[in-house]
């Protein structure tokens, strides 16, 4: 969590950026993301030539000689963000504009940087050399109050609480999908160090990054002491694609700061024909979206097949049968009309599930859970891709509160379903005797067909009613006589004093 002087320094910065006219926070956040690339351009870039040195390997600076510019040939040192950060605005401003941005787009065709693929189409667009300025002196203070923090993943944190400044949702009913219900989601799949992980509606890279974190935690020395997994985790697990180029330089960037090197994150419309994927991911983390604007005729026919609809949530659920490996498994949100839409399409999608896969779990999450940007109720759905069946058991859980208020304000709250969700999911054994009437429970397949595959928990969730007995009618009467004499004399009473 970023707290104190470190979060002031970043609501400070949002307010250089308000002041200086910059006011949508996409724009913001992607702004800041070019600066925190440029400085980290130069520190990896030093940490690099140490490294070397320490070794007595030779080494190249990016930023080495001279650097060819369009028709223009510069120093490269001048390129350095430890060089420029201290010229005049004015001469900073040109810099930035006329040879540091041009520089790191044409960084493309350098493998060694990670980052440059992200930023081939940069725009900069802070609108004076005095914002810049200010913008520039208070990261340098940023990145000095996160170097001297003793948390591990400062960085992290610092870019996590950017992030959370989206406080409205995008276009195509892109919102951000809270970081405790991401991580419980997780936690839950307990992904292994061999996993293929894939989010083919990334946005930021919330669950790619939450995996990730989840992985470096408990997995620590089987990934990191083993040369071949590392290599797998830097540069093979992780799989996002999105079709809001923003988004992408957003979502790699966080990646990027949570230690993950080279992400394959990628522009791509999951559900046209240009996405070629079959049976290649062992896991999907997803919250695709549920609405926004969908182009019907570049929609791959494999998923019209499974399912004919222009409905995104359903045709991405199909998606992620055909994307998933045989044995391969899904934790994905659905809002609440995808459990019991009526339509043909919504039939076939659950039957799909239930009938020629393995449906795990039902997670019926409170509408305010993605409060403030919208009050739609949700669920979470848990199956495994067999191709042949394998649903014997559902697992139902009621979802009531999670750890924060339901209103606006999400204000931190004792009640929390989480950690319970969690323990059940993991020991689904003890699940068995469970009642209908308890928060979790049990539902054979063969009632879930019965009931024409409807799979909201009200379907078979039981009410038990407590029997409230109350007193005679007589009884009643004969109290509420008693009380209007008693009311009567202390109004009596009261006049009285009133006399005096």
Same mark, same amino acid.
């Given at each position: ?9 970043? @609501?400070?910065?949002? @307010? ?124 340098? @203070? ?21 992030? #959370? ?6 276009? /195509? ?183 020629? /896969? ?39 859980? @009621? ?11 999400? #204000? ?14 993991? /020991? ?22 019965? /009931?024409?595959?409807?799979? #909201? ?44």
């Amino acid at each position: 969590m970023i707290t104190g002087e470190l979060k002031n320094k970043i @609501d400070g910065l949002w @307010d250089v950026f308000a002041a200086g006219g910059l006011v949508n926070p996409l724009e913001v956040i992607e702004q800041i993301t070019y600066l925190m690339f440029i400085h980290d351009l130069d520190d990896s870039d030093n940490k690099r030539a140490k490294e070397s040195a320490m070794l007595g390997l030779p080494f190249k600076s990016i930023f080495s000689e001279e650097v060819k510019i369009g028709d223009r040939t510069i120093d490269g040192s001048q390129l350095k963000w430890s060089v420029f950060h201290d010229y005049p605005a004015d001469r900073m401003y040109t810099v930035m504009q006329e040879w540091v941005f041009p520089f790191i787009k044409s960084l493309h065709s350098d493998k060694d940087s990670a980052y440059s693929k992200y930023m081939d189409d940069a725009i900069f667009k802070l609108p004076t050399p005095l914002l810049l300025s200010k913008v520039v002196d208070l990261l340098d @203070d940023i990145y000095a109050l996160m170097n001297e923090s003793q948390s591990v993943d400062v960085r992290g944190d610092v870019y996590e609480y950017l992030l #959370s400044k989206i406080a409205q949702s995008g276009r /195509n009913g892109q919102f951000r999908t809270p970081r405790h219900i991401i991580r419980m989601m997780v936690e839950m799949m307990n992904p292994s160090a061999d996993e293929i992980i894939c989010d083919p509606a990334c946005g930021t890279s919330g669950f790619l990054v939450a995996a990730g974190e989840y992985l470096k935690e408990k997995r620590k020395e089987e990934i990191f002491f083993d040369k071949q997994k590392k290599d797998h985790y830097m540069n093979h697990m992780f799989h996002g694609y999105d079709m809001d180029r923003t988004m992408l330089r957003i979502g790699a960037m966080n990646m990027m700061t949570h230690g993950i090197g080279n992400p394959f994150i990628e522009y791509r419309d999951s559900l046209s024909d240009q996405n070629m994927d079959k049976e290649k991911y062992s896991l999907v983390l997803a919250n695709p979206p549920f609405k926004g604007s969908l182009d019907a005729e570049s929609v791959s026919a494999d998923l019209l097949k499974v399912c004919k609809t222009k409905k995104t949530e359903l045709l991405f659920l199909t998606l992620f049968l055909r994307i998933l490996k045989v044995g391969g498994r899904c934790a994905c949100i659905v809002p609440d009309g995808v459990l019991f839409g009526s339509s043909t399409a919504h039939k076939a999608i659950r039957k799909e599930i239930v009938d020629e /896969n393995r449906l795990e779990a039902v997670i019926s999450m409170p509408s305010g859970v993605f409060k403030p940007y919208a009050g739609v109720s949700t669920a979470i759905l848990i199956f495994t891709k067999t191709g042949h069946g394998g649903t014997d058991n559902v697992w139902f859980y @009621d979802m009531t509160a999670d750890g924060f208020s339901l209103d606006d304000k999400r #204000s931190p709250v004792s009640e929390n379903d989480i950690p319970d969700i969690i323990e059940r999911f993991k /020991n689904l054994g003890k699940e068995t005797d469970r009642k209908r009437t308890d928060k979790s429970f049990m539902v054979p397949k063969k009632d879930i067909v019965d /009931n024409d595959y409807d799979l #909201s928990i009200n379907k078979y969730k039981e009410v038990e009613y407590v029997p409230v007995e109350y007193p005679p009618t007589s009884e009643i009467m004969a109290n509420i006589r008693e009380l209007e004499k008693e009311i009567s004399k202390e109004m009596d009473e009261l006049e009285r004093l009133l006399k005096q």
